[in-house]
């Protein structure tokens, strides 16, 4: 039966990406070799990391002055990573969710970190809007999607001082203003790539301000020098990623993405706010993410969520368990995901109102 992948992350992939990597897996670039098994050295490989480099400047409009590196140890690693390289004394921080809360468990680590507004008093389903960033806080970090609560910023604030974000779960859904950013991260296992690879975009005149002594790999000036090929870079991540983005490209770019995505998006939150059965977790309809959408069953249904699942994995619905912190269900509909996916799950749901 073919199945249709809601997976939070790691998530749906572009078949595009999935069958270009398997075949590189047989013969790479035609190498005689599989990509598992050359130098990451390579002419092959090399032309592999420059056009994706190229490709996410190109995508994101990215300006002069700025890296993109392929980095390994994740987003997590980026939680400690920017603070390390980026925090003089202050920085402040937006907690509206489980990455944020650690993002700012790091940061304190290296200085003093204003956190300027929070949500936790309601779970995280919403975004604080009221609140302002000291003008003397070195960056102001924000997640732009809340990929557990199913909230999102889709927009580039302008809180008077330079922005870090991590935008995981929706990077690559949206044009961005990149100058307004000393720094962007993306773990690629949402909408890029297998795990194992993290895009960062970082501004080369942000670096080099700080006083302490940093560690050579946690260094962003050492993977600018060396082109991400300080190490041995996620080889295998990065091939798929390029994959992904020559798909993206072939798809109009970002701004053509947007348009599906929201439409996708639109789809499925008007199928939860007409329902009997289903609620949304996020009612301001400005905060909701087009990536995650997390819904619950109203309390007089609520025994039935478990018979739910149930039933959306007979129609080949996986992955759309929500998070623990927050229940019920969470579908996501990342860039991979068709529109003919939104459309069984909202058949789904609508065929188990009328049973039950
Ligand atoms: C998944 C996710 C992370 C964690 O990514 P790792 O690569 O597992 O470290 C961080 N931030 C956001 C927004 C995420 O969605």
Request: contains cysteine; neutral net charge.
């Amino acid at each position: 039966m073919k199945k249709h992948n809601f997976y939070a992350g790691p998530s749906i992939l572009s078949q595009y990406t999935i069958k270009n990597t398997a075949d590189a897996i047989i013969d790479f670039a035609g190498t005689g070799l599989s990509i598992l098994e050359v130098s990451h050295r390579s002419k092959e490989f090399v032309a592999v990391i420059e056009e994706a480099r190229l490709l996410v400047k190109e995508l994101l409009d990215v300006p002069e002055g700025y890296s993109v590196l392929f980095l390994g140890g994740g987003a997590s690693m980026q939680f400690c990573m920017v603070p390390y390289n980026l925090l003089k004394t202050k920085a402040s921080y937006l907690e509206t969710g489980t990455w944020a809360v650690n993002a700012i468990k790091e940061a304190r680590l290296f200085g003093e970190v204003d956190v300027v507004a929070s949500s936790k008093v309601a779970n995280f389903s919403f975004i604080p809007k009221d609140f302002s960033v000291p003008s003397d806080s070195d960056y102001f970090h924000f997640t732009t999607n809340n990929t557990i609560y199913g909230t999102e910023i889709r927009k580039d604030p302008d809180v008077g001082v330079r922005l870090v974000a991590d935008m995981s779960s929706d990077i690559f859904s949206r044009p961005v203003d990149v100058s307004k950013y000393d720094l962007i991260y993306a773990g690629a296992q949402k909408n890029l790539a297998p795990a194992g690879v993290t895009i960062v975009i970082v501004r080369e005149d942000a670096l080099g301000k700080v006083e302490r002594p940093i560690p050579t790999m946690l260094d962003y000036r050492t993977h600018i020098k060396k082109d991400s090929m300080f190490n041995t870079p996620p080889v295998l991540p990065i091939f798929s990623a390029l994959q992904t983005l020559r798909y993206y490209k072939q798809l109009g770019g970002v701004s053509a993405i947007e348009k599906t995505d929201i439409a996708k998006a639109d789809k499925l939150y008007s199928a939860i706010d007409g329902s009997r059965m289903f609620k949304g977790t996020v009612t301001n309809p400005e905060d909701r993410s087009i990536m995650n959408v997390t819904f619950v069953m109203k309390p007089e249904y609520q025994e039935l969520e478990k018979d739910f699942i149930d039933f959306a994995s007979t129609k080949g619905i996986v992955g759309i368990k929500g998070h623990r912190s927050v229940g019920g269900f969470r579908a996501s509909l990342y860039n991979a995901l068709p529109m003919e996916s939104v459309d069984v799950l909202v058949n789904a749901m609508k065929e188990f109102e009328t049973k039950n």
